[in-house]
């Protein structure tokens, strides 16, 4: 069996999950304090940071790296678009999510709040909680935006895209930081990708000092 060291909270750790749901690969879920430099953790990724994935004898770390294995080794369904130009634009939006949105919104909301208290690296900044919850609005506008144009964010079919941008959002969402009423065709979209099968595991995360939000395994949100 697959055994993935994840942090449960992690939108790149709640990618590969995704992935791994959707492509139906049983995996074991160990959950990695990357934060302590575990030896043995160390070894398996000297870069000292999670999602490691150990599938068909391997130790495969990088989320980007991960998901595209999972493809090109277990290609049905398919997250990737067959032709350039489209899996060009799937490419694109995951690293918009993985960069830009970590960057402006994850780390500004996600990682004060709850990381530093788990890690026991201080208190949260409210300078960069402010920035944040400014930034997200942005985000979820532009979504609101590709999803006026497109059935899922990168064209016709569900892809890696859409799973990069709710693997950060159910995240912020654990903690109360998505306001889904500022788009519906956003919280639609969410809707939609939520109740899909892969998403059961993640939604039946349970963080120790921190309780979701009454929707949050709501699939009628």
Known sequence: MARLFHVPLSPFCRKVRLSLAEKK??????????????????????????????LDGKMLA?????CEYIEETRPDPPLLPKDANSRFEVRRLVGWFDDKFHHEVTSKLLYERVNKKVTGAGYPDSRNVK????????????????LDHRRWLAGDNMT??????????????????????RSSTVKDWYAKIKSRPAF?????????????????????F
């Not at 953790?41 to 000297?46: C, T, V």
């Not at 920035?131 to 590709?146: N, Q, S, T």
């Not at 890696?160 to 009423?181: M, P, T």
């Open 62 to 66: 990088e989320s980007a790296a991960i």
């Open 131 to 146: 920035d944040g919850a400014r930034a997200i609005k942005y985000h979820l506008d532009y979504m609101a935006w590709l």
């Open 160 to 181: 890696l895209a859409d799973f990069a941008a709710a693997a950060h959002l159910s995240a912020l969402d654990y903690i109360s930081d998505v306001d889904w009423n």
């Open 200 to 220: 059961r595991s993640i939604l039946a995360d349970q963080i120790s000092g921190f309780r979701p939000p009454a929707h949050y395994a709501d699939l009628d």
């Open 25 to 54: 690969v049983e995996v074991e879920l160990i959950e990695e304090r990357y934060w302590e430099q575990d030896p043995d953790f160390l070894r398996r990724n000297p870069a000292a940071k999670v999602p490691v994935l150990k």
